[in-house]
């Protein structure tokens, strides 16, 4: 969706949302083209409020107190195109268009790997960035930051 | 999938699940036919291992303290296609064919409301089955055994 600044500072939907004891809920990422499902990520209330103003995903990083643009290093946007939650309105869905890849580890999405049969897990498709390029160094940030577990 | 008898009793990948503090790990359900993402639940690891076991999805219920089959009242299961985990091993992704609606509200996705141009959340669709009628009476599981969220 466009940045909503119609919306104003506010939605009422905030107040539906039954944040849990640390005042977040799981907002799942579903690519709007494809239907994939690209990662699940935690946002508080002013994240989920970025992202309704700014139509891209913002999420609360835990490990690190902070809220984080999604692509604010690596470029990697998800523009927003629709807002669900659901019954218990303590998940939220987001169908964006995603900008290279969501996950960290370069790949299209991060659940990039499959139960196989004897019980492991296989990994699926192939990465569709350079993981090592867009997040170089592996700095005190880079592992986590766009980390969309 | 069918019934992974062969995967035996402890498959390795339960091992690398990065599951919370309370023994958890996030369940997305996606309709393997539409890509349609359906609902939300929590698994503990008994949860999942039934869920490999059995080819029927199974989540835990924080409130009851207990696993539930999804569709155990309703008779809306949900046959595992096939089961992804994320880059970190702290979401797990299950693609599935949906009997019925996932959602206990009668719909067929939990996400079936939609944030509004105004803020609000407007309802998207309409019910697949009669929620009244499925879970009659509203008895003391009834509102929150088959919720997905």
């Known amino acids: 969706m466009p940045p909503a600044s119609n919306i104003g500072t506010s939605p009422a939907f905030l107040r539906?949302?039954?944040w849990n004891?640390?005042?977040?809920?799981?907002?799942i990422v579903q690519d709007a083209e494809t239907g994939e499902?690209?990662?699940?990520?935690?946002?508080?209330?002013?994240?989920?409020?970025?992202?309704?103003?700014?139509?891209?995903t913002h999420f609360h990083s835990r490990s690190r107190g902070r809220q984080w643009l999604k692509g604010e290093t690596s470029g990697h946007v998800q523009h927003v195109e629709s807002i669900h939650v659901d019954c218990d309105a303590d998940v939220v869905?987001?169908?964006a268009r995603q900008v290279g890849g969501a996950c960290h580890?370069?790949?299209r999405s991060c659940f990039f790997r499959k139960l196989a049969a004897d019980g492991s897990l296989?990994?699926?498709g192939r990465p569709v960035f350079d993981?090592?390029?867009v997040y170089p160094g592996g700095g005190p940030?880079?592992?986590t930051t766009p980390s969309a577990g």
Not at 38 to 56: C, D, F, Q, R, S
Request: glycine share 8%.
């Open 122 to 124: 296989e990994v699926e």
């Open 16 to 18: 539906e949302i039954a």
């Open 131 to 133: 993981a090592g390029a």
């Open 141 to 143: 940030s880079a592992p």
């Open 105 to 107: 580890e370069g790949y």
């Open 93 to 95: 869905l987001i169908r």
């Open 37 to 56: 499902v690209l990662m699940m990520a935690w946002m508080n209330e002013p994240a989920l409020l970025k992202t309704v103003e700014t139509g891209l």
């Open 21 to 27: 004891a640390d005042g977040l809920v799981p907002a």
